[in-house]
């Protein structure tokens, strides 16, 4: 199995306009990220580089080591991954925010038989619901062909929101993996996710939708 040079970066655009969610007030204050913390078999201590924007209401992480490869003799840890990140956050006193929209965009390639998945959850500090976002890709996949994009758009009354005028870090958890559906009887397929190219990343953004506190 060739050796695997990977990238990927997690961006999160969180100052975006709640219109886009069907909801027309938004607060005059920005959400402000305090502090970013990580960790995981995807992303250990020293794996990731942070970049805040000056008005600290955006971020991106670039990762080293977020792959996950399938191949015959391959172990179990190579095959799944996961990045817990931990964000500090400052809500504007009487707003809640939740999640309302992802999008995954992912170079893979995958043999017949062999499936990928990507599986992202969060829920906030002290709370017990969890929102989650999912997808499969079944091979045969050529990522030399194309990315593979997913995007989903919760709806509201599903939606896990922040605590009124309580500070509670943002946690989310991502996780990829790649499966040989018929390692017995195809034990030399192979699969992964990762780049193969220079300018090959994962990129997930996640948009946010306000409403006061009532």
């Not at 920005?30 to 971020?59: H, M, R, T, W």
């Not at 977020?66 to 006193?93: H, I, W």
């Not at 929209?101 to 499936?115: C, H, K, S, T």
Request: glycine share 8%.
């Amino acid at each position: 199995m060739k050796k695997l040079n990977f990238a990927c970066a997690l961006i999160a655009p969180w100052v975006i306009s709640a219109a886009a969610y069907g909801s027309p007030f938004h607060p005059s204050e920005s959400l402000k990220i305090k502090d970013i913390l990580y960790n995981g078999s995807g992303c250990p201590l020293g794996s990731v580089a942070e970049n805040v924007s000056d008005q600290e209401d955006a971020f991106t992480l670039t990762f080293s080591e977020f792959s996950a490869e399938v191949y015959q003799g391959s172990r179990p840890s190579q095959q799944t991954k996961n990045c817990m990140l931990t964000l500090v956050l400052d809500v504007p006193a009487g707003w809640q925010f939740s999640v309302a929209d992802f999008y995954y965009r992912g170079y893979m390639d995958l043999d017949a038989w062999v499936d990928a998945s990507h599986q992202t959850s969060y829920y906030f500090q002290g709370q017990g619901k969890q929102g989650s976002f999912k997808s499969l890709q079944q091979g045969r996949y050529n990522g030399f062909e194309g990315p593979f994009n997913y995007h989903d758009k919760i709806g509201l009354e599903t939606a896990v929101w922040s605590i009124c005028n309580v500070q509670r870090a943002l946690n989310i958890n991502t996780r990829i993996g790649v499966t040989n559906t018929q390692k017995m009887s195809r034990p030399s397929a192979q699969g992964y996710i990762a780049n193969d190219s220079i300018d090959g990343q994962i990129v997930q953004k996640f948009g946010i939708t306000w409403r006061r506190c009532s």
